[in-house]
């Protein structure tokens, strides 16, 4: 989490002049939006993020899939009445969901300031954040259930014998599953699929916190 975050966490509202600065930050897409989820501003990394470049004044509706549009709505609706931060897989990556109200007196409206940014290794600052377990799962969404199981056991250096063990699965039906994930991943090897899966942050959930992931998996 950067430092300019850390600053605005203490702040009751958000500023047009607070969040000029991200603008130019290549890895926390920031954007703000009114409580009709139009959106306000919207630094660059949020157009690399959504893989557009959104004109001001349109819905963020259909940018995220729903999962993110729900929990953003369910803020919005909740009274915007102090900052917040959540952990939820976003583009398929586990992210850190933050949220300002806006301050209504600067743009005329209220609303959210939000900033998604990466959070690839547990941090302890990290251990009040609430898990939203509803995901956007991004590249890992062709996984069914059981390959998304056995993806994050893999990763964490189970055998296909120790994972069929945990999972109460013959050693043979887990094999296929790894075969079908790295068909899957576009990987090869071992290593390869345990690079994924720290790259996307797969192991800085806990494996009860991944298996509540899986279970609101489509």
Request: charged share 20%; glycine share 6%.
């Amino acid at each position: 989490m950067n430092n300019l975050g850390y600053a605005m966490q203490s702040d009751s509202f958000v500023s047009p002049a607070m969040y000029a600065p991200l603008d130019g930050l290549p890895h926390s897409a920031a954007f703000a939006i009114s409580t009709r989820q139009e959106l306000l501003w919207s630094n660059a990394a949020f157009a690399s993020l959504v893989g557009q470049k959104p004109a001001m004044g349109s819905s963020l509706l259909g940018m995220f899939p729903v999962a993110v549009t729900r929990q953003l709505e369910s803020a919005l609706l909740g009274g915007i009445t102090e900052p917040a931060s959540v952990v939820q897989m976003v583009r398929g990556r586990r992210s850190y969901v933050r949220t300002w109200p806006l301050d209504p007196a600067a743009f005329g409206t209220r609303g959210l300031f939000v900033m998604i940014e990466p959070a690839l290794l547990r941090t302890p600052s990290e251990q009040t954040f609430p898990l939203v377990v509803a995901s956007d799962l991004g590249e890992l969404e062709p996984l069914s259930r059981r390959e998304l199981e056995v993806l994050w056991f893999t990763a964490a250096g189970l055998s296909a014998a120790e994972t069929a063990e945990t999972l109460s699965r013959s050693v043979r039906t887990v094999e296929n599953h790894i075969a079908s994930v790295h068909n899957k991943l576009g990987v090869s090897r071992r290593a390869e699929l345990t690079r994924f899966a720290v790259e996307h942050g797969v192991l800085a959930f806990t494996r009860e916190e991944w298996a509540k992931i899986v279970e609101q998996a489509a």
